[in-house]
């Protein structure tokens, strides 16, 4: 992900968080928060965008306490993308590498918002990361004079992409796109489409926090998945990628009904290699 020289910029530039929501007893498992950013900026990050990231991460702390899970937003120097510079997806690489230093050979989720969910993206094949998850991704428009985003690091990793289909800053046909394209080498891919949502997924936030609380619990932690997103992973494109996210998912997660019996990606208990 860069030179020495320029990830250890971003481990000048970049913190963490203090641990957000109740403290687990021991830590089993990390997720990193990644707020959304710009294109293009050298100025320091809007306090408003880590917020939304803290409520995502209050609420992941809670569902994953007796688990271990141990939640922290990533809070960058400046809020820029900045081309080839990629200052947010080093900043996410940075963070893994911090994740590690403080608790060890556990699993790493990444998951961000907007500008933030690229970085994740492209920050997956951290050796800590098991799994990502993306919401409303800024992607780039196709461009044949620029190479894709990649995807190759996705192998071995879990990622699982949320995109309101009335997204009014980030296109969702090109977060489709991009998950069609890796679905083909990669196996363990998933796409929840959330009907009538607009780039913060406020309309459903209740169904968003607990697709993600499920998805986060079960790839950290080996927990299974509910029905759903069971079968957005094991279907075929275009079905696991353009799944719908459906009014009260969540409502009846842990009653006898509310889950299938498979598992989650049983990669919980180690890094990835």
């Known amino acids: 992900m860069g030179s020495v020289k320029s990830q250890s910029t971003a481990a000048?530039?970049?913190?963490?968080?203090?641990?957000?929501?109740?403290?687990?007893?021991?830590?089993?498992?990390?997720v990193l928060l990644l707020p959304g950013g710009e294109e293009v900026s050298a100025r320091r990050p809007l306090p408003f965008a880590a917020a939304g990231m803290r409520a995502l991460g209050r609420h992941l702390a809670r569902a994953g306490r007796t688990d271990g899970l141990a939640a922290h937003v990533v809070q960058y120097h400046q809020r820029g993308w900045n081309g080839s510079e990629a200052q947010l997806a080093k900043a996410a690489t940075w963070a893994a590498d911090e994740a590690v230093r403080r608790y060890g050979d556990v699993p790493v989720c990444l998951a961000g918002t907007d500008m933030g969910a690229r970085a994740a993206l492209h920050a997956s094949g951290h050796a800590a990361v098991n799994s990502v998850l993306a919401l409303a991704p800024w992607l780039p428009e196709d461009d044949v004079a620029v190479p894709p985003e990649p995807v190759k690091q996705f192998h071995g990793r879990t990622v699982l992409i949320v995109h309101g289909t009335n997204d009014e800053r980030t296109d969702p046909e090109l977060s489709f796109r991009l998950a069609a394209r890796a679905k083909k080498a990669h196996r363990d891919i998933a796409r929840f489409e959330v009907h009538s949502d607009g780039h913060r997924l406020s309309q459903h936030r209740s169904e968003v926090l607990a697709l993600a609380a499920d998805f986060v619990r079960g790839t950290l932690f080996g927990h299974a998945f509910a029905r759903p997103v069971?079968?957005?992973?094991?279907?075929?494109?275009?079905?696991?990628?353009?799944?719908?996210?459906?009014?009260?998912?969540?409502?009846?997660?842990?009653?006898?009904?509310?889950r299938g019996n498979g598992r989650g990606n049983g990669r919980g208990n180690g890094r990835r290699k």
């Open 230 to 258: 069971q079968d957005a992973l094991a279907a075929p494109p275009p079905i696991g990628l353009r799944m719908p996210l459906a009014s009260g998912f969540g409502s009846t997660l842990g009653t006898p009904n509310g």
């Open 12 to 30: 000048r530039a970049a913190r963490l968080s203090g641990p957000i929501g109740p403290a687990p007893s021991s830590v089993s498992g990390v």
